[in-house]
C-alpha cells in the first residue's frame, strides 16, 4: 500500500487523496503532493504581549480580565489555558477554557507560560 505523506500545516497523519490533491480531515488543510508547501504557507509569526513567539500546543495565562462577548461571563486575569491553536484574523488563538468553553483570544492580551 502507498503512504501518504503528513500534512504540511498540522503534521496529522489521516491525510487522503482528493483528484490531485491531498487533503487533511483534521484541519482542513489541502495541497498539491507536487508543489512546495513550506514558502507558501508560511504565516507569519504570531507574539505574546511581552514579544514571545507562541506556536500551536503552547500554554498561555490572560494578563488582563476579558469579558465574553454575547455573555455575562468573565475570563480572570491569571487564567491559564493550554493548547492553543494559532489561527489568521484579527483574533489570532484558538482555544478552549476550562468553565468558559471555545473561544478566540487576541495574542495581545496573554503571554507564554
Known amino acids: 500500500m502507498n503512504e501518504l505523506p503528513a500534512c504540511p500545516q498540522c503534521h496529522g497523519t489521516y491525510t487522503y487523496p482528493d483528484g490531485d ?3 487533511c480531515p483534521e ?5 498539491r503532493p507536487d ?3 513550506t514558502d507558501a504557507q508560511a ?3 504570531i507574539f505574546d504581549a511581552n514579544g514571545n513567539s507562541l506556536q500551536d500546543g503552547d500554554t ?3 494578563i488582563k480580565d476579558l469579558k465574553v462577548k454575547g455573555s455575562s461571563l468573565v ?12 489561527v ?4 489570532n488563538i484558538d482555544c478552549k477554557i476550562t468553565g468558559v ?3 478566540k483570544l487576541k495574542s495581545q492580551f496573554v503571554k507564554k507560560t
Open 21 to 23: 490533491s491531498l487533503v
Open 27 to 31: 484541519c482542513g488543510f489541502e495541497w
Open 35 to 37: 508543489a512546495d508547501t
Open 43 to 45: 504565516s507569519p509569526a
Open 60 to 62: 498561555v495565562t490572560v
Open 75 to 86: 475570563v480572570k486575569v491569571g487564567t491559564k489555558v493550554k493548547n492553543i491553536r494559532l
Open 88 to 91: 489568521e484574523g484579527d483574533h
Open 101 to 103: 468553553g471555545a473561544m
